[in-house]
């Protein structure tokens, strides 16, 4: 999939004001934004109901981690990209190869590596 616009992605970050911009980045680039979701059981809730192709997710919303969505994701073959401030070291081992963008991030970064995830047509 190469058209933006038909790319929907699930956005999961429980920070006002990072989802704000993750949410402007991607709509200026073209990209159809699901959500932002808050909390782990609104974003499993989504992930089960909503047709996405790529997720980005903070690992953490409100002490808890998103770890369950993640391997729900990971079963599903969607792309993920990790919003984060952890390092790579502090994430569970399955886990360390998923892409991962550090906090604080770029919007050009983040739209150059939602791109790169995009499947080839």
Do not use: W
């Amino acid at each position: 999939m190469t058209l933006t616009g038909r790319c929907r992605v699930l956005v999961v970050e429980d920070e006002f004001l990072v989802a704000l911009q993750i949410e402007n980045d991607l709509a200026a680039a073209g990209y159809t934004v699901v959500g932002p979701f808050t909390s782990l059981s609104a974003s499993i809730a989504a992930s089960r109901a909503e047709h996405f192709e790529i997720a980005t997710l903070d690992l953490n919303l409100r002490g808890e981690f998103v770890y369950p969505l993640i391997d729900e994701l990971v079963a599903r073959c969607i792309p993920i990209l990790l919003l984060t401030g952890y390092a790579d070291s502090d994430l569970p081992e399955r886990f360390r190869a998923l892409p991962r963008l550090g906090k604080p991030f770029d919007g050009s970064l983040l739209v150059r590596k939602i791109a790169e995830l995009l499947p080839a047509e």
